[in-house]
């Protein structure tokens, strides 16, 4: 459910909890510290140099104290999130800031306070940056793009607007004011990306664009030359630059993949910019896919192409992570010996479902009847079957429900293929389905023959790429 909600995707990312990179003080000699006076629950998150996503939320099990404290080591500035309240207020922190959130009263003090609250002073003017811009858009072929493009320039010339009254009467720092305006700007830049990143359900493509709207994002490639963005200081800025890419690999004819995308990014772009391109999407395809290496030709290239060794280097430490989760899957005891069970009420271990189906590639689906975006994938779910009779192919269905009767009774209302499929039930507290779903469901596994794991978060049956995928790894 929490996938369907947050945005996550296209950066959109699951969020993992590393506390220990918050409180490991030595690894940064300049800590900012937080304090958070609510009672209610509070988290922060980021995006760190290297995409991954941090988060952690505040300890309030004391109630005697009047300040909870957070205290995160920085090197360097970072934009947080903070969350709760029904609040998702972005802040630029540094190192060294000690700051205070004082949710009853709708600010942040400490430090700079007026450029920490200038992202919050957004959202309470309503052009918020807490989010993608436009996301929920629903493009088709006969919207009317001068309109939409109008609404864009709107929202940017008003948040530009603030930003300049701010500066003029002093309150913020040229470095801070010069920054905002990048990330306005990246984030109207992005709105007019949207149709390249966005998955369309309504016969909508890209080729749908009139000339001039795609000769209007040809002007921004100029745009792409702030080195000290390509940062956890900045989202939309590189959230940005990644979108741009695709557009850039459109115009060249590339294949709509990441493969695609790498080679335009290789080809078009240079310096630091180039660098992280490359980076992140080597970063998303491992994320997305899990893939491995024998699989895509860009993970035995990205060591030579990529110059930052750095970048290289996290890179290799997230391929071996992806190596180990896979092997972990299909070889931990505690894991294959978990046992489900069968819609006739029998017991059977994950082991014996993986051995039965070694000789196939398995789409596995990790779903409950209380999902809503779970059973909406459903019908796509049937009609991909359908069309894959006759592959190798297995469709394999596990229920995280704690109920028996309201899985069976959701399976009869969904008019699920009980002898076309594999149904089964899993514990939702069982350490199998909190590898299996990390937390998130819907969840999609792609296992190839002989029981690999080769997507750990793969693609919905209602995605184009799913069908390809599947009969590309039967061959």
């Not at 459910?1 to 918050?22: D, E, G, N, P, Y």
């Not at 009869?412 to 389905?433: E, F, G, V």
């Not at 002989?450 to 995605?463: F, K, L």
Request: hydrophobic share 35%.
């Amino acid at each position: 459910m929490k996938r369907s909600i947050l945005f996550t995707q296209a950066l959109l990312v699951s969020l993992t909890t590393l506390l220990s990179h918050f409180l490991i003080a030595q690894s940064a000699s300049s800590p900012a510290v937080i304090h958070y006076t609510g009672t209610t629950p509070y988290f922060l998150y980021y995006q760190d140099d290297f995409l991954d996503q941090r988060d952690t939320s505040f300890n309030l099990s004391d109630k005697t104290k009047s300040k909870h404290t957070i205290v995160l080591p920085l090197d360097k500035p970072v934009l947080i999130r903070f969350s709760g309240n029904d609040d998702q207020l972005p802040v630029l922190i540094k190192p060294n800031d000690t700051l205070t959130i004082e949710p009853l009263q709708g600010r942040i003090i400490g430090g700079m306070g007026q450029e920490l609250n200038f992202y919050p002073f957004l959202e309470k003017q309503q052009v918020s940056m807490a989010i993608p811009d436009f996301w929920s858009i629903d493009w088709t072929p006969k919207l009317k793009f001068d309109l939409l493009i109008d609404e864009f320039k709107r929202l940017r010339d008003r948040r530009l607007a603030i930003a300049d009254s701010l500066r003029d009467v002093a309150q913020l720092s040229a470095k801070f004011h010069q920054q905002a305006a990048t990330e306005i700007q990246s984030a109207y830049i992005q709105a007019l990306l949207l149709p390249f990143v966005k998955p369309h359900t309504n016969g909508f493509t890209v080729n749908d664009l009139p000339t001039w709207y795609l000769d209007t994002l040809s002007r921004y490639k100029s745009f792409f030359t702030h080195d000290d963005l390509l940062t956890g200081s900045s989202l939309a800025y590189r959230y940005c630059l990644n979108s741009y890419v695709h557009y850039l690999s459109f115009q060249s004819k590339q294949p709509n993949n990441q493969e695609g995308y790498y080679k335009t990014a290789r080809q078009q772009l240079t310096g630091k910019h180039r660098d992280f391109a490359l980076f992140s999407i080597v970063k998303l395809y491992l994320r997305e896919t899990g893939a491995s290496i024998e699989k895509s030709s860009l993970l035995n290239q990205y060591s030579e192409d990529i110059q930052d060794k750095a970048y290289v280097k996290n890179l290799e430490a997230t391929i071996a992570s992806k190596e180990r989760e896979r092997n972990e899957l299909v070889t931990t005891a505690k894991l294959v010996n978990q046992q489900l069970e069968t819609a006739t009420g029998e017991k059977i271990t994950w082991k014996q479902i993986l051995a039965a189906n070694k000789a196939n590639v398995v789409y596995l689906d990790m779903w409950a009847s209380w999902c809503v975006p779970c059973r909406q994938e459903m019908p796509n779910s049937i009609r991909l079957s359908n069309q894959l009779k006759g592959k190798s192919v297995k469709f394999v269905y596990i229920s995280i429900d704690s109920d028996r009767s309201k899985w069976l009774a959701a399976l009869k209302a969904l008019k699920m293929p009980i002898a076309a499929a594999q149904h089964y039930r899993l514990d939702p507290d069982s350490k199998l389905a909190e590898s299996l779903t990390k937390g998130t469901i819907p969840a999609y596994i792609v296992i190839s023959k002989n029981n690999r794991i080769y997507a750990t978060d793969g693609p919905r049956p209602s995605e184009e790429r799913t069908k390809t995928l599947l009969v590309d790894l039967t061959r």
